[in-house]
């Protein structure tokens, strides 16, 4: 099949089912120019994110962290949405699309304009003091970072300052929770760009009762998937919009 015909079948699911949920991953924001985890040339071929993200090395040894993040931090802060990110806000917008549920802690579906987004694996707007519990915001960290304290601390207790995100052993956050509910609740979830390795994530398209997927290289639930399209998450959304255009579902903007 085609990747057209791919499209009118994405688009037929979408129109037809009365709650959609779509979960995302590092994949949506590759032509941001953030790398994700997993593909040729991702973050993966150059720092072991297992040792360098993990709860249990920022609590023995924090400098790991930021020493392996500070390269990608500005890319990440100053990235801007792309066509996907778009096209999701818009569906939002046009009443076809319940919630974003993101494994993305870089912001970009908030800049794109979608309002419901479940940040699951946290954000990087602001962190937190590990021994007395302040939060500071991420241009506060940053201008710690950046100025050579590697980890930051916290001015009144010297606590170390960790990000307001998911490492690898942490608990995910409580949008998590309302992830579940929301999936249990909807006719079809969506995925684009992740490779679903990812848990407890990756339980919540096995709970789907409609499934498709977005995304370049294979995922751990394509057994399950009703509709895959091994596309770019761009092209393919945006053809998505053009053909609901043409069905009259959405209007011009998004
Ligand atoms: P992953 O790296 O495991 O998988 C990304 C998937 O996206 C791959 O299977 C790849 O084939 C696919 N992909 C890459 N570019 C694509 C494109 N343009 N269109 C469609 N598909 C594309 O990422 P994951 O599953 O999200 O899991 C990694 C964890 O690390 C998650 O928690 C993730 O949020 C986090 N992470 C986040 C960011 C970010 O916030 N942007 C970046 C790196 C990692």
């Not at 970072?145 to 052993?169: L, M």
């Not at 579940?180 to 992740?194: C, F, H, N, P, Y």
Request: charged content about 20%.
């Amino acid at each position: 099949m085609s990747l057209r015909e791919k499209v009118v079948q994405l688009a037929d699911l979408l129109l037809a089912s009365n709650k959609t949920v779509v979960l995302t991953g590092a994949g949506i924001s590759t032509e941001s120019g953030i790398p994700d985890f997993r593909s040729p040339g991702g973050l993966w071929s150059k720092v072991d994110p297992m040792y360098a993200f993990s709860a249990e090395t920022f609590i023995y040894r924090p400098a790991a962290f930021y020493e392996a993040g500070l390269p990608h931090l500005n890319t990440i802060m100053s990235a801007q949405p792309n066509r996907a990110h778009e096209v999701l806000a818009g569906l939002e917008k046009a009443g076809l699309l319940a919630c974003v549920i993101t494994q993305n802690v870089d912001n970009l579906h908030q800049k794109a304009g979608s309002v419901r987004v479940l940040e699951v694996h946290g954000h990087l707007r602001s962190a937190t003091c590990m021994k007395c519990g302040s939060k500071i915001t991420w241009d506060y960290l940053l201008d710690k970072v950046f100025a050579g304290q590697i980890p930051p601390r916290c001015s009144d207790c010297q606590g170390v300052y960790k990000p307001d995100c998911v490492f690898f052993g942490d608990s995910l956050t409580a949008d998590f929770e309302v992830a579940i509910r929301e999936t249990a609740d909807s006719d079809l979830m969506l995925v684009v760009g992740s490779s679903l390795e990812v848990a407890p994530v990756n339980h919540l398209p096995m709970m789907a009762k409609e499934l498709a997927i977005v995304n370049v290289g294979p995922t751990a639930a394509d057994h399950k998937a009703g509709l895959l399209i091994n596309h770019k998450a761009g092209e393919t959304m945006d053809l998505l919009w053009n053909e609901l255009l043409k069905r009259g579902a959405v209007k011009q903007e998004a």
